[in-house]
């Protein structure tokens, strides 16, 4: 093994695949079997070529959990229109309880990004 076929090796994983974690899945592969006849049969050339298989370096991207913010007028809205749909009878009075309870869960633990499907 040659510090140029590492290379080849390296840079055709990076061109086959586009996903970092194939890049990082194959050439962890390749360092650990490099790294293993240096460790086992005290073989440092293998040390040498093993920087030819480095990952390039990835930016992750911050990701918000929600683009918008849930104000305390906007739960109260919805619960307002949950009381006058059981009003004008949409709604029966153990559905609205409901949804209710669901809101109000939702906002006391910030989970109501998961209702907004």
């Known amino acids: 093994m040659s510090q140029r076929s590492l290379t080849e090796l390296r840079k055709n994983v990076l061109d086959k695949y586009k996903s970092a974690d194939s890049h990082s899945k194959i050439l962890g592969f390749a360092t650990a079997f490099l790294r293993f006849p240096a460790t086992t049969h005290s073989q ?7 920087p030819c298989l480095e990952r390039p ?58 209702f907004e499907a």
């Open 44 to 50: 440092p050339q293998y040390h040498s070529v093993a």
């Open 57 to 114: 370096k990835t930016v992750k991207v911050r990701k918000n959990i929600t683009d918008r913010i849930v104000t305390k007028e906007d739960i109260e809205n919805v619960l307002r229109h949950i009381k006058s749909a059981e009003e004008r009878g949409a709604i029966s009075g153990e559905h609205s309880a409901k949804l209710s309870a669901f809101v109000i869960l939702g906002a006391f633990t910030g989970q109501l990004a998961a």
